[in-house]
């Protein structure tokens, strides 16, 4: 099995102006190819893994050969994550205040507006390249964490609900070393449907 670099649902320049065309083809054209063709390079010769998806792997790192293992962290999970991202992304798909999920974040974080609050310094406060995810986690509750790298929250054992991307590559040719601006604009083109139908199906 090969994985493939997934084609986005949407065109590139759909997300402007608060992520732009440039950014979006480089970011899924060059870096997303790129974690995509060396995940498969380290899978070769590795038959069995080959014919696991994604998730398994990510969700049993233990198993993994020493040799690839940390491989497999960085371009498997840099091929899941990016993946991932992009299904979490269009304009004008508002939180539905009424949604499950809605009423979820309520509950943990006491009202929209406070998550968004600690998703964004969780963003912002993330030292160098990485993610910052709501997920939910063992207890069944929602989380945010951040993740060094391409670390993904499978390997943890936590479901991914929503991503966000900071490595400087996602956002520098627009927004330069104005993270916190990008952060702000990302909360602009969150599926929150997709967000909803991802926490009704891993909610238990």
């Not at 899924?28 to 995940?39: G, M, P, V």
């Not at 508002?94 to 809605?102: D, E, G, H, T, Y």
């Not at 993330?126 to 499978?154: A, M, Y």
Request: charged share 25%; aromatic share 14%; proline share 4%.
């Amino acid at each position: 099995m090969t994985f493939e670099l997934p084609p986005l649902n949407y065109e590139y320049d759909s997300l402007e102006p608060f992520i732009d065309k440039t950014t979006m083809q480089i970011h899924h054209n060059k870096h997303h190819k790129a974690y995509t063709d060396k995940f498969n390079v380290a899978l070769e010769n590795q038959k069995e893994l080959q014919e696991k998806k994604v998730e398994e792997i990510l969700s049993d790192l233990d198993s993994l050969p020493k040799k690839i293992k940390q491989t497999i962290i960085n371009n498997g999970g840099g091929y899941y994550n990016h993946s991932f991202f992009w299904t979490i992304l269009k304009k004008d798909t508002p939180l539905n205040q009424k949604s499950k999920i809605a009423k979820e974040l309520n509950s943990t974080f006491g009202g929209f507006d406070t998550f968004k609050e600690q998703f964004s310094k969780a963003a912002t406060t993330l030292f160098g390249s990485g993610w910052v995810w709501l997920v939910l986690n063992k207890e069944n509750q929602l989380e945010i964490i951040q993740t060094k790298n391409q670390d993904c929250p499978l390997s943890q054992g936590k479901f991914p609900l929503l991503c966000l991307d900071v490595w400087e590559h996602a956002y520098y040719l627009k927004y330069q070393n104005k993270r916190p601006e990008y952060i702000e604009a990302f909360f602009n083109v969150i599926n929150w449907e997709k967000v909803h139908e991802y926490f009704l199906s891993t909610k238990k």
